[in-house]
């Protein structure tokens, strides 16, 4: 047998942790570095083909770019590609990163000075002589950051074309992190549908900031204690005939502090219910019980910043919501459940951005 190791070569570890990975990449860095530094054919060959699974044994959902910074270190920019409930786990991967003297390692992709900053795509560009901007401000939702992008050249028919490059050109020039935190809605128009006047594109970072200063001086510390809330019980029929039932927290969705909470985190459990006109049996009822409430209300707590809007369940599925100050704990949290609980249901989970909770206009009317 070991013959036969020395002939065929030792199989790699299994990836399973961040240490795992990164005593993977040290052993392999000095052949990836002489790829990068080579920016020849071999870069895909020797270093692109081989971190990539390494990558999804640890998880799915991590893209990455690189390139060099000089002549003597090379840069891996780990990136969640604009999912929000993977931009913890690239942080906390490239916080575990050893000290390598020929390289640097960076979370998320970096902001990119604005001269240095020009995108060809399509037969289009993208850069600051060709983009400008307007906010839309809306006084039913004063705390919302609605941004009109104006390209040049956009018009109905390269329309899509080019929506895609203005939003690969904003995450760049403001930086991976920054663009997801700081704009809550992006429309891209030609100048023939514009109704403001133009701002420069070069000012959009600064207003950005400007806005996030006010926002954060408005709603720093603001908390919401759930003991004595009201809830409600809905029921409803879906389109296809099945029941739906929902139990909702009606004083939250009556608060006048909703912006304090802009995440939100919809939780997906699916089961079988084809037996029980869609809904749990009682061994399944109580497994969603008990992932509710001695894990996700256990993990997730009101004082902290997390609050349980409610809960639907119809069609084989529980769906449950949390309104959040932030998205990095129960992206951690989820994952964590999600394993615990693998062999028994599939949970799913979406975390997208939404100040005034208008996804759930639903029980607000």
């Known amino acids: 047998m070991g013959l036969i190791n020395s002939i065929l070569g030792k199989k790699d570890a299994a990836i399973k942790s ?29 270093f692109f083909d081989k971190l990539s699974p390494k990558l999804g044994e640890l998880k799915k959902g991590y893209f990455f770019l690189a390139g060099m910074m000089n002549d003597t270190t090379a ?14 786990f690239v942080e906390e991967l490239v916080h575990a990163a050893p000290k390598l003297p020929n390289w ?64 690969i050109f904003l995450d760049n020039y403001l930086g991976e992190l ?22 420069p594109i070069e000012k959009l970072k600064d207003f950005l900031i400007w806005r996030q200063k006010e926002f954060v001086e408005k709603y720093e510390g603001v908390r919401h204690d759930t003991e004595n809330d009201g809830y409600a019980s809905l029921e409803a029929t879906l389109n296809n005939g099945m029941p739906l039932m929902a139990v909702i927290n009606s004083t939250l969705f009556e608060w006048d502090a909703k912006p304090s909470h802009p995440w ?25 019980n008990e992932i509710e ?53 599939d949970i799913e989970y979406e975390i997208y951005k939404d100040k005034y909770w208008q996804s759930f206009s639903r029980f607000m009317n």
């Not at 795992?20 to 790829?35: S, T």
């Not at 840069?75 to 913890?88: C, F, P, R, Y």
Request: hydrophobic residues 40%; aromatic residues 12%; glycine residues 6%.
């Open 75 to 88: 840069e891996l920019v780990l990136t969640a590609d604009g999912n929000i409930k993977n931009i913890v």
């Open 293 to 345: 409430d001695d894990f996700l209300m256990v993990k997730l707590k009101d004082s902290e910043g997390y609050l349980n809007l409610g809960r639907e369940t119809a069609d084989s599925l529980r769906e449950i919501y949390f309104a959040c100050k932030d998205f990095r704990k129960p992206s951690i949290v989820l994952e964590e459940i999600k394993n615990q609980f693998a062999s028994q249901v």
């Open 104 to 167: 640097k390692f960076t979370a998320l992709k970096p902001a990119i000075d604005i001269n240095n900053l020009g995108i060809q795509m399509n037969g289009f560009t993208f850069d600051k002589d060709n983009l400008f901007f307007y906010s839309n401000d809306e006084n039913e939702f004063p705390d919302k950051i609605d941004i009109t992008i104006v390209h040049l050249d956009c018009t109905k028919e390269n329309e899509a074309i080019i929506t895609n490059g203005t939003f």
């Open 178 to 199: 920054h663009f997801t935190e700081n704009i809550d809605r992006i429309n891209v128009i030609g100048t023939a549908e514009a109704n403001k006047e133009l701002v």
């Open 18 to 46: 961040y240490a795992d990975f990164w005593n993977w990449f040290e052993k392999n860095e000095k052949v990836f570095f002489e790829a990068v530094m080579s920016k020849g054919e071999n870069i895909e060959k020797d």
């Open 264 to 288: 939100i985190v919809a939780i997906r459990i699916g089961y079988n219910g084809e037996d029980n006109n869609g809904f749990p049996d009682s061994e399944m009822f109580n497994l969603l």
